[in-house]
Structure formats: structure tokens, C-alpha cells
């Protein structure tokens, strides 16, 4: 480091615990459930776009797709044509709560031509990048703010590959978003 | 690159009168829950039930499921799920409807004391999204923290682990602990600490926001505001940690520390490696070694460049590392793609606001002579 300060020698006694029996939870003397913490925990969620619609014709030239969500954009690399095409849609997701929170993202089954991304892809890279939807859940917000309305983007990126077979089912997946309160 | 919206390719479409086939119809959908966590607490053999409330915000028809659930993997030896259920498990909402979810928790007789965990999950119903489309759903999960009276004493003991001022990548003043929780129940922790010179009033004050604690496991607290970095000498810190102030009625004697630290960060770079993974491009490494007297949050980035001196792959760790004082905390980065066979360079380069960078290099060769080639990585775990 740069700064030429004198070393003060710090007392670092970080060591140091309680240890308690507690007493009785709650007030409850009789077998009654009791509540014991905050009584108004409160959350909410909100799917922007509950379908990412592909559409049909898809194709490594980046073809228009029929049916398709009017937001679906496509990018093709231009000094590398003969790879093909990855189709991108994008959404977000809206958090209100009262008490930080988690976000994970599971899939409902593996689909290795669909790829998770947290930021809009502007490369045929970056779209065909990210992480391919397999089966593990994806951790998305840890720790998000306490607040209303707070926006947690993502983009789905669907490659379209020269050597890939005709499919019409390509872009099918299950994506479940749960939140969750931290404690 | 070629980026087009397609959002005006149908309308030519449409203008044009080419067939275009309609989209399927996407639908906001919104669920809001209270209560959104569970804390409760029942005698072994008791029981009973709380009520969980769910609103269909938004203004689209919306069915809900409802399950019960294992809580997360560190607690699943002690699992309230067997004793609990929910009803109804599916329920169908207009609009602005609010509907209610009984959770019954049935206490087996004769149990130990200690917390039991579970959680209920509130699913939006899939529907028929159409073909080559992804459906997105949404899921609240709601845990509950269950704290028993059975056999033997219900336990709550806090261990400080960690606790010091930390300079955060702002450049800022912070304050972080980490706390294990060594009972057989959760337990809810908070402290305020007040700062100042050695023998001097306190002239700042930080909050450790109250967090929750499973049996057995540490946690990271961190301050919920910074402070500027005034320059002192010497930091004199007393922090009043106390338990759960929300009605847990399980009040531990709260336990305070008089600490003094150095505020100088004294951070090196240390030994950098890379490796290489069967499953993807590279690992870059390096340690951090903190001699001084409080802790650093630095940015940390990577990068490799080639024999030619182009730069061919970035990458920054997922979570800023928190470098503790008098530690040495190793962070690094998997490159997602292969380098091709050659000579290349990683150089690592650590910072924070107002103090002069760091940066080490490390040549290496992806094949070639063993001696210079990057080893493979060891087994992870």
C-alpha cells in the first residue's frame, strides 16, 4: 500500500461468546402454536411477462419468426454467418418487501440451446453466452433491497446454430421464480 | 452485428398482408403474501394454526398452488415438514381476490428441543404457454422457523467470530461480524457499535441490522450504513451485540466488546495461479494478505493477455472478497471458454478509492512445457 502512515498495533480480540439456555417461547404455557416474531412480514411479486414467446421459423439466418413476442430481437454475428443466429427476449421481474430477500430461478428441465443472461446481450456472443438452462437452480438477487417496486432485469437467449436440427420445439422451458424473505 | 426488433418486421408484415401468426397471449401476473415468514413456537405434543393470506394483484385470473416444503439443505436434519400441512392446496383468484392459506403444524410428543424448519411455497398455475415458448412462474416461499420445547434445554448461543471495521469498495467506513450459531435453535441478533479515538467520546455510530441464525451455521452481518473515512489515528470501537427486540421473548444477556483498530489496510498481492478445468476455460487465482487493522473490500479484476500482448479474456469475481485483518482470503475467476494452445499472461489488479493500486502478473502456457503449462485444477471439494 502506498500510504506511509505508522502501523498501529490493533487489539484484535474478536473471540468472544454468550451462551444461554432461553427461557420459554412465547406465552404460551398450554401445547397452543405461538407467534413469536414480527407479525407483518409482507412480500410480493410480479411476472412482467408470464410467456417468452420464440414463435415459429426460426433460423441461423436470423429469420423473422411467426408468432412471436413483439419484443423478440435477433442477432447474427456478421464475420462469423456460417454459426447462426441467437434469438433474444427479455423481461423482468418486480419485488416488493418489507424484509431483504433472494431470488432463484428454477427450471422445470434441462434445455442446452436456451441460455439464462443478466445483462441485454448486444453480441451474438454474449446472447449464445450466459448460463444454458439446465437443472440446477440459478441464484438471481441475494439480499435485495427492502423497498416497493424494485426491477430485477433478465434476457433469455435462444441459439440457433447452422448444425442444429429443425425443431419447432427449441425454445420450450419452465422457469419458476421464487422469492423469498431472509430472516 | 445484426440486431433488429422484430416488433417492426410484423407490423410490415401486417401492412403487407403476409401471414403472420399470432402471438400467444403474455400476461402480467402479480401475488402478494402476508405473512411472508413464519416465526413460531409450540411445546413438544402441541400445536395448531396460522393463517397466510394471498392477493392476486394484478388483474389477470390467477391459480395458485400451495405445498409444504423442506427449508434450505444446512437444516434438512431438522425438517418440521412431516408435521405440516396447508389447505387448501390450489386455489383460483379473480382479480383483486384474497384468499387464505391455513398452515396446521401437528408437534410430535416426546422430541427434543431445538428449531424445526419448513416452508410453504405459494406457485402460480402453468398454463398453456403455446408452442417453442417458455413459461414463467412465479413462486413465494414462506419459511417457518420453528422453536420447540421437548426434552432437554432449548439453546441459543451466539460466537463472535469476526468483527471489524471494514473499508468498503466506496472507499467508505463500514462494520462487519460474523456470528456462528452454536445452540440447537435459531436466534436474532443485532448490534450497535460506536466509534470514536481511543479514551475520546464516541463521535459515529453504525447499526448491525438484526439477522437471523440457524442452528449451526455463521452469517456475515453487515452494517447498514457507512460512514466517510475521517482519518483517525487509532479506531475505538464498543459494540452492544443483543438478541431479537421483536417479541422472541428469547432474550440472551446481551454481550458487548471494547475494541481498538488500526485503520490502516496493509494488503498485498499474493501467490497467483492458474489451472485449468475439464468443463471450461481456465481458473485464475490470488491471495490477498491483510496485515492491517481493519478490513478491506477491494475490487478485484483479471485479465489474460497473449503473447502479443492482446488482451483475450476479463473476468472479475462474482462477490467483491472481504479481505478480514491479519488474513489471507483467496478469490478468483473461471474463464468460461478454453484458451487455445500458447503463451499468455494473467495479470490480477486489486483497488479501492484513494490508495494506490495493486498488480501481479503471472506468465504461464496453456500445453506445451510442463514446467510453464498450467496445471490441471484439483478436484472440487
Known amino acids: 500500500m502506498s500510504r506511509d502512515r505508522p502501523l498501529v498495533v490493533s487489539v484484535a ?64 454475428d456478421p464475420a462469423a454467418t456460417s454459426t447462426g443466429a441467437c434469438y433474444e427476449w427479455g423481461s423482468k421481474i418486480v419485488v416488493s418487501s418489507n424484509v431483504a430477500y433472494d431470488v432463484t430461478v428454477t427450471p422445470a428441465a434441462a434445455n442446452a440451446k436456451l441460455n439464462w443472461l443478466t445483462a441485454d446481450p448486444s453480441t451474438f456472443a454474449a446472447c449464445s453466452g450466459g448460463t444454458a438452462i439446465g437443472t440446477d437452480p440459478i441464484a438471481f438477487v441475494n439480499a435485495g433491497s427492502v423497498g416497493a417496486g ?32 431472509d430472516s | 452485428m445484426i440486431r433488429a426488433g422484430l416488433r417492426t418486421a410484423l407490423a410490415v408484415a401486417l401492412i403487407t398482408g ?28 402441541g400445536g395448531g394454526a396460522v393463517d397466510v393470506t394471498v392477493v392476486n394483484t394484478g388483474d389477470e385470473l390467477l391459480e395458485v398452488g400451495a405445498a409444504v416444503a423442506d427449508y434450505r439443505v444446512e437444516v434438512s436434519d ?89 473499508l468498503e469498495p466506496d472507499g467508505r467506513l463500514g462494520a462487519r461480524a460474523v456470528v456462528r450459531n452454536d445452540g440447537n435453535s435459531h436466534l436474532f441478533i443485532a448490534a450497535a457499535l460506536a466509534l470514536g479515538e481511543p479514551g475520546q467520546d464516541p463521535v459515529a455510530r453504525l447499526v448491525l441490522p438484526e439477522r437471523g441464525i440457524l442452528p ?34 428469547d432474550d440472551f444477556a446481551p454481550f458487548a466488546a471494547e475494541l481498538d483498530f488500526s485503520p ?57 472478497p472481504v479481505i478480514w485483518p491479519t488474513d489471507t482470503t483467496s478469490v478468483g475467476v473461471d474463464l468460461p471458454a478454453p484458451l487455445p494452445t500458447g503463451a499468455y499472461t494473467v495479470s490480477v489488479d486489486a483497488s479501492w478509492p484513494g490508495m494506490d493500486p495493486l498488480r501481479a502478473e503471472l506468465p504461464f502456457t496453456i500445453g506445451g512445457d510442463p514446467a510453464t503449462a498450467a496445471p490441471l485444477c484439483p478436484p472440487e471439494g
Open chain 1, 13 to 76: 480480540i474478536v473471540a468472544l461468546a454468550s451462551s444461554i439456555l432461553a427461557g420459554p417461547v412465547g406465552a404460551a404455557t398450554d401445547d397452543a402454536l405461538t407467534v413469536t416474531g414480527q407479525s407483518d412480514p409482507t412480500l410480493e411479486i410480479a411476472l412482467v411477462d408470464d410467456t417468452a414467446a420464440f414463435g415459429d421459423n426460426l433460423t441461423p439466418q436470423g429469420a423473422t419468426p411467426n408468432g412471436a413476442d413483439a419484443s423478440l430481437g435477433v442477432i447474427v
Open chain 1, 150 to 181: 424494485n426491477e430485477h432485469s433478465f434476457w433469455l437467449g435462444l441459439e440457433v446454430l447452422w448444425g442444429d436440427a429443425p425443431s419447432a420445439t427449441r425454445g420450450d422451458a419452465s422457469l419458476t421464480f421464487a422469492v423469498a424473505q
Open chain 2, 18 to 45: 403476409a401471414a403472420v401468426t399470432a402471438a400467444p397471449v403474455s400476461a402480467e401476473v402479480r401475488l402478494a403474501v402476508s405473512p411472508s415468514f413464519l416465526r413460531l413456537a409450540a411445546p413438544a405434543g
Open chain 2, 78 to 166: 431438522r425438517s418440521a415438514r412431516p408435521w405440516t400441512s396447508v389447505e387448501p392446496s390450489r386455489q383460483v383468484m379473480e382479480p383483486g381476490a384474497q384468499v387464505t392459506f391455513r398452515v396446521r403444524i401437528a408437534v410430535p410428543r416426546q422430541i427434543p428441543s431445538g428449531g424445526r424448519y419448513a416452508a410453504i411455497t405459494l406457485t402460480t398455475s402453468r398454463r398453456d404457454a403455446g408452442g417453442n415458448s417458455t413459461e414463467i412462474l412465479g413462486s413465494i416461499e414462506v419459511p417457518i422457523w420453528l422453536a420447540i420445547r421437548g426434552e432437554g434445554p432449548l439453546t441459543r448461543i451466539p460466537v463472535l467470530e469476526r468483527f471489524a471495521p471494514v
Open chain 2, 216 to 249: 449451526g451455521a455463521s452469517r456475515t452481518i453487515v452494517a447498514e450504513t457507512t460512514l466517510p473515512f475521517w482519518g483517525p489515528d487509532e479506531i475505538a470501537v464498543a459494540a452492544r451485540f443483543r438478541s431479537s427486540s421483536a417479541g422472541d421473548r
Open chain 2, 264 to 320: 490502516l489496510p496493509e494488503v498485498a498481492l499474493g501467490t497467483v495461479g492458474v489451472c485449468e478445468r475439464l468443463d471450461g476455460g481456465p481458473r485464475l487465482t490470488a491471495d490477498l494478505v491483510n496485515t492491517g487493522g481493519i478490513g478491506v473490500v477491494p475490487q478485484v479484476a483479471f485479465q489474460v493477455r497473449d503473447a502479443a500482448g492482446s488482451a483475450v479474456a476479463d473476468g472479475i469475481p462474482a462477490e467483491p
